[in-house]
Nanobody, 124 residues
Framework: QVQLVESGGGLVQAGGSLRLSCTAS????????MGWFRQTPGKERKFVAT????????EYADSVKGRFTISRGDTKNTVYLQMSSLKPEDTAVYYC?????????????????WGQGTQVTVAS
C-alpha cells in the first residue's frame, strides 16, 4: 500500500521561503509521477507542480512559475517543492500526490495516491 508523507510546512513571512518534502513508501519499484497541489477552505484542490518519474519533465501552475521549483531527491521516492518569494495568497494546505504515470499529470483526477497535507501560512 502506497503512502505519502509530507513535511516542511509552517508559518513564514511574505517574501520568505519554505521547502516541502514528500516521501513515498509501500512500493519496491518506484516509477511514479509526483505532484503538488494546494487547497484553501471551501475551494477546490488546485494544481501547483508536477514532475515525471525520471525528473526530466516538470510542469507548473502559472501562479507559481519562477517562484517554486519541484525536484526529486537522490532516491526516486522523494520529491521536494522549494517555494520562494512567498505571498499571502500561497497560504493553503499543500498535498503531495503520486501516480504510476510516465507523463506529468496536472489534474487531481489523474493521481492515484495522496498524502495528508501540510499547512503553509504566509503572513503579510
Amino acid at each position: 500500500q502506497v503512502q505519502l508523507v509530507e513535511s516542511g510546512g509552517g508559518l513564514v513571512q511574505a517574501g520568505g521561503s519554505l521547502r516541502l518534502s514528500c516521501t513515498a513508501s509501500g512500493s519496491t519499484n518506484w516509477n511514479y509521477a509526483m505532484g503538488w497541489f494546494r487547497q484553501t477552505p471551501g475551494k477546490e484542490r488546485k494544481f501547483v507542480a508536477t514532475i515525471s518519474p525520471s525528473g526530466g519533465s516538470v510542469e507548473y501552475a502559472d501562479s507559481v512559475k519562477g517562484r517554486f521549483t519541484i525536484s526529486r531527491g537522490d532516491t526516486k521516492n522523494t520529491v521536494y517543492l522549494q517555494m520562494s518569494s512567498l505571498k499571502p495568497e500561497d497560504t493553503a494546505v499543500y498535498y503531495c500526490a503520486a501516480d504510476p504515470s510516465i507523463v506529468v499529470p496536472t489534474t487531481t483526477e489523474e493521481y492515484l495516491y495522496w498524502g495528508q497535507g501540510t499547512q503553509v501560512t504566509v503572513a503579510s
